[in-house]
């Protein structure tokens, strides 16, 4: 391979596997929305709004990993002090803003027609509307902040301590009184509904892995760009 | 609860979820554009500079 050929070859080795990752995301997808309509049983006592669930489970797992990947990131960056662990904390924090998002809007949803009301400050809907609100707290602190240094640090800092919660959402049935809970702490699931549930997961943590890795891009660009900047006003 | 009614709230949430996933798609594109203008644009004072120095003496 000559010299000048091996970035064009990178470049195409991206490019196919972007386009591979993209129709994986597509069909995965149309086969997860084919299975939730068409293939999974109806569930006898809720009915056709129990649907609601597959998509519901599936953005709450993939807004924990999200979550999770903002504190594997902040940790990274108090440790290295590097921009790249920064960054890929700060993608994180918005892709589980988005998905914690659709969770609190299709909860609710399904909550109407089987509680009678949109809202409980149940414990489990109590944390995550906290967890939310302490990641939109991180998002401003990140969009506002200085940029530079001292704020990516006390982002990091956010980032760490926001993960606290993300546990007492998964453990919110259980750490208060059954009582309170309108939650059910374990789910049974006819076969048909687990391997609907298994594929939205799936489809779920393909589409995460696509848009984390197109912002990761976008954000390496952006990075090269505001050096290449800076290095032009030197020399100017 | 009628089964129309429970179709209506999933219908909705499932809507939502792509008007979600629409918007986030959106605003990546909107990234996309803001960062490809910037790069034409240092691509342009890139330029301006080198054709400056080369004409100094």
């Known amino acids: 391979m000559t010299a000048s050929a091996a970035p064009a070859t990178t470049n195409s080795t991206t490019t196919v596997r972007h386009t591979g990752l993209s129709v994986a995301v597509a069909v995965s997808m149309v086969a997860a929305l084919l299975a939730v309509f068409l293939y999974a049983p109806t569930e006898r006592q809720m009915g056709a709004v129990q649907r609601i669930f597959y998509f519901h489970v599936s953005s709450a797992l993939t807004a924990g990993t999200a979550y999770f990947f903002v504190f594997v990131g902040s940790i990274g960056y108090l440790v290295h002090r590097h921009d790249r662990w920064d960054r890929f904390a700060g993608i994180a924090a918005e892709l589980g803003i988005l998905f914690s998002l659709f969770v609190l809007i299709s909860g609710p949803l399904w909550a109407k027609p089987i509680w009678g009301v949109y809202w409980r400050w149940e414990p489990r809907l109590t944390t995550m509307l906290i967890t939310f609100t302490t990641y939109v707290a991180y998002a401003m602190v990140r969009a506002y902040g200085e940029p530079g240094e001292r704020t990516q640090r006390f982002a990091a800092v956010v980032g760490v301590i926001a993960f606290v919660n993300v546990p007492l959402v998964h453990y919110a049935v259980h750490l208060w009184a059954a009582d309170q809970q309108l939650h059910p702490p374990k789910i049974d699931l006819a076969p048909g509904m687990a391997q609907t549930k298994y594929l939205c997961h799936a489809a779920f943590a393909l589409l995460f892995v696509y848009f984390m890795r197109l912002r990761l891009r976008q954000e390496r660009l952006a990075a090269r760009i505001d050096r290449l900047r800076l290095r032009l006003a030197e020399q100017a | ?57």
């Open chain 2, 1 to 57: 609860m009628s089964e129309d009614h429970g179709f209506a709230y999933l219908a909705t949430a499932y809507c939502l979820f792509f008007l979600l996933i629409a918007a986030y798609v959106g605003r990546i594109q909107q990234r996309h554009s803001d960062l490809a203008r910037s790069l034409s644009e240092l691509e342009q004072s890139a330029a301006g500079t080198a054709s400056g120095s080369e004409s100094k003496p």
